[in-house]
């Protein structure tokens, strides 16, 4: 009996490319073995060559016939992701596929190279920024798609534009709820300006609800002990699922010919954390159009980088 969604429903996706930050593990792993799956060729584009040779031999040998790529992008260096926008503009003519999914949760406050909060700077301004250097390439596609990987963490973020560098106010899932915030609100906000501007793109977001993956790396012991481990399963299985049905979330949102430019995709059940990718609402925070457009400003501001759509 059907009970949602799988990769099963997706349509081919051979001549497309699609690019997948984070592609070396965890959902970004699978997003690409998903893609691959449907014959896309895939762009990993991670910063540790390693883990991102591994994850592409894992899904070549999976996958017989598949075109992946490795591409170097360290999201928190803007000389990166420069590089690195540049590399797939030689290759590519256009990009039919961009899932902005790598995404850090620090510890501790950090900065980037260039300054900015680490958070902050990786998941909102390094995708900012990649997003605007290959724009011109997927205008170039008959109808791209930009997926952006959201968290239900997104609902607890505040942007306090007084203290972006998060001197006085840092705290970890604060950090995290405000980068997360901030993907969403740029999400709708350039869906909003494709349309506007007469694009056939389209902007979306989809969650991977709760998710076994990399991005708790940094938290402490007990936390990573309890989303592991497991002698626990008989009770975290309940909301929360393994990296391949974490994916379909995005999957759904990067393949569904049902989709539509502004929409965002999740579990459903368990509180929202498992259960197949549905159509879900995004909090009112994620909609607020004056602070999505002012966060856009700062990202042209920051990064240098203006978003051409043409």
């Given at each position: 009996?059907?009970?949602?969604?799988?990769?099963?429903?997706?349509?081919?996706?051979?001549?497309?490319?699609?690019?997948?930050?984070?592609?070396?593990?965890?959902?970004?792993r699978e997003a690409a073995r998903g893609l691959a799956t449907l014959g896309a060729t895939v762009v990993l584009a991670c910063r540790n060559a390693e883990t991102a040779a591994a994850a592409r031999d894992d899904i070549v040998a999976e996958v017989p016939g598949a075109e992946v790529e490795i591409l170097d992008l360290d999201l928190a260096s803007l000389d990166s992701v420069r590089a690195a926008a540049e590399e797939i503009r030689r290759c590519h003519p256009r990009i039919d596929v961009l899932?902005?999914?790598?995404g850090v949760m620090r510890a501790q406050r950090d900065l980037t190279p260039d300054g900015f909060e680490m958070d902050f700077g990786t998941n909102?301004?390094?995708?900012?920024?990649?997003?605007?250097?290959?724009?011109?390439?997927?205008?170039?596609?008959?109808?791209?798609?930009?997926?952006?990987?959201?968290?239900?963490?997104h609902r607890a973020g505040n942007i306090d534009f007084s203290d972006l560098p998060m001197d006085r106010t840092f705290?970890?899932?604060?950090?995290?709820?405000?980068?997360?915030?901030?993907?969403?609100?740029?999400?709708?906000?350039?869906?909003?300006?494709?349309?506007?501007?007469g694009a056939t793109a389209i902007s979306l977001a989809?969650?991977?609800g709760g998710t076994r993956t990399g991005v708790m790396r940094e938290q402490n012991k007990f936390l990573q002990w309890a989303y592991h481990?497991?002698?626990?399963?008989?009770?975290?299985?309940?909301?929360?699922?393994?990296?391949?049905?974490g994916a379909l979330p995005i999957l759904r949102a990067a393949t569904d010919p049902k989709v539509s430019g502004g929409q965002y995709y999740g579990p459903t059940g368990s509180f929202g954390l498992a259960g197949p990718p549905m159509l879900v609402e995004p909090s009112p925070k994620a909609k607020d159009r004056a602070v999505a457009?002012?966060?856009?400003?700062?990202?042209?501001?920051l990064t240098g980088?203006?978003?051409?759509?043409g």
């Open positions: 009996m059907k009970t949602g969604w799988t990769l099963a429903d997706a349509p081919p996706q051979t001549g497309r490319v699609a690019v997948v930050t984070g592609a070396n593990g965890g959902i970004g899932v902005n999914n790598a909102y301004l390094g995708h900012y920024a990649l997003t605007g250097l290959l724009m011109d390439r997927l205008l170039a596609a008959d109808a791209a798609r930009i997926v952006t990987v959201g968290s239900h963490a705290t970890s899932a604060g950090a995290y709820s405000r980068a997360k915030l901030a993907q969403m609100l740029f999400s709708l906000e350039l869906d909003r300006r494709l349309k506007a501007a989809a969650h991977p481990a497991p002698s626990l399963r008989w009770l975290t299985d309940r909301f929360i699922m393994d990296p391949p049905e457009e002012r966060l856009w400003d700062i990202g042209a501001e980088i203006s978003i051409d759509l």
